[in-house]
């Protein structure tokens, strides 16, 4: 299925980078962001698995992922989508971190007891081919003695 809407973007793709090139400088802002019409060469790394959970102690979301092995990995992103289903359209980058971490704390999205988030840790090698682990939802409890009726 890739290899297919691969082949349908393609020619669109080569198509508005020449006319972006056309119409701006070379080292202007629109010119520099083009998307590449070939992927760099390369492999994507393996997805890693993510695990964690409300912390108490801290009032932070503490999340931790196994090791990705991959030769070529850069870095680990890790991104949020708050209320509602993981959409990777519509994520955010909470953090980038060094290939060598393995957890990250964080309040991002949960401030308030019944708020709910939904994470990824993203492995990304250094020409930028990434995949996400799997979704770890992660809701902020309400305080001992307090239910949602009262």
């Known amino acids: 299925r890739r290899q297919f809407i691969e082949n ?14 056309g119409l701006y ?10 998307p590449r019409a070939n992927p760099l060469p390369g492999s ?11 912390n108490a102690l801290e009032q932070k979301a503490s999340l931790s992922w196994t090791e990705c092995e991959h030769p070529d990995l850069d870095a680990y ?23 060598t971490a393995l957890t990250y ?12 988030v939904r994470f ?5 090698t250094s020409v930028g081919r990434e995949r996400g682990s799997n979704t ?9 003695g307090l239910n949602a009726a009262a």
């Open 136 to 144: 770890l939802h992660i809701v902020r409890p309400m305080p001992i």
């Open 25 to 34: 400088p070379r080292n202007h802002e629109f010119v520099l962001s083009l």
């Open 77 to 99: 992103e890790v991104r949020a989508c708050i209320d509602g289903a993981y959409r990777a359209d519509e994520d955010t980058v909470v953090a980038r971190l060094p290939k």
């Open 105 to 116: 704390t964080t309040a991002h999205g949960l401030a308030v007891a019944g708020n709910e």
């Open 44 to 54: 994507t790394p393996a997805g890693v698995t993510l695990t964690g959970g409300w």
């Open 8 to 21: 349908v973007i393609r020619p669109r793709l080569v198509e508005y980078r020449a006319l972006i090139k």
């Open 120 to 124: 990824r840790i993203y492995a990304i």
